[in-house]
């Protein structure tokens, strides 16, 4: 059972242009939201964070936008650079604290052309 | 400051065999995490120790794979006796504590068992 989906494996852009990765969660317990970046032969690196008493959360070209009532979060980079490119997981926990375990989806590969 | 480091980089087996991986996490870093990561897939907590003590090993087949942090420090995961089904991407990450949003992953262990 995926409680974490992101549908989209890939995504091209072209740089400058605005890249929109989604994701989608069933769990209603699920209360905080991450997103990871991954390069190749790297670990996760963690990107932003936002809390279910939010809808928005903005970090310098990054932005995450999460709809509750459709169980949806998207991360939105604008304007997107060759460097973005990479795997962006979606994760999601039941409490604000990393102490309660993150599920993961299953990544989506961003590709921005210069 | 320094990462999460985590050795060996690669490992190559037999169906049956045995294998140890090491974890040290950040330096005054209380939590640490074992993730297992398949190909196509995002990651997956084994197990989560706060200090010494594990917190949470519910996704940890216990059969055949056993985690230890002896000191609240370093740590290590085995997996005794390896199936092919094994084959991933083991990620090591840690926490100031568990209730710090960020978690900072190392680079990972791939392993394959042939």
């Known amino acids: 059972d995926q409680q974490v989906k992101q549908n989209s494996p890939s995504l091209s852009v072209q740089e400058g242009r605005i890249s929109i990765l989604n994701c989608d969660y069933t769990?209603?317990?699920?209360?905080?939201f991450l997103w990871y970046k991954k390069y190749p032969a790297e670990g996760p690196t963690f990107l932003i964070s936002?809390?279910?008493?939010?809808d928005k959360n903005e970090d310098g070209r990054f932005t995450v936008f999460l709809n509750k009532s459709a169980k949806h979060l998207s991360l939105h980079i604008v304007p997107s650079q060759p460097g973005d490119s990479a795997v962006y997981f979606c994760?999601?926990?039941?409490?604000?604290?990393?102490?309660?375990?993150?599920?993961f989806g299953t990544g989506t590969r961003l590709a921005v052309r210069p | 400051e320094a990462g999460v480091a985590q050795s060996p980089r690669y490992k190559i087996i037999e169906k049956r065999q045995s294998v140890a991986f090491w974890c040290n996490p950040i330096?005054?870093?209380?939590?640490l995490y074992w993730y297992q990561q398949i190909l196509g897939q995002g990651p997956k907590l084994l197990i989560q120790f706060q200090n010494n003590g594990v917190v949470d090993d519910s996704q940890l087949p216990k059969d055949r794979f056993s985690a230890e942090r002896l000191k609240g420090v370093d740590s290590t995961l085995k997996i005794q006796p390896a199936k092919l089904e094994d084959s991933a991407v083991y990620l090591c990450?840690?926490?100031?504590?568990?209730?710090?949003?960020?978690?900072?992953f190392g680079p990972g262990t791939r392993l394959l068992v042939l």
């Open positions: 990450a840690s926490s100031f504590d568990r209730f710090q949003e960020t978690q900072y």
């Open positions: 936002i809390s279910s008493i939010k």
């Open positions: 994760a999601a926990s039941e409490g604000r604290s990393s102490g309660d375990k993150l599920t």
């Open positions: 769990n209603s317990m699920f209360d905080y």
């Open positions: 330096s005054g870093h209380a939590t």
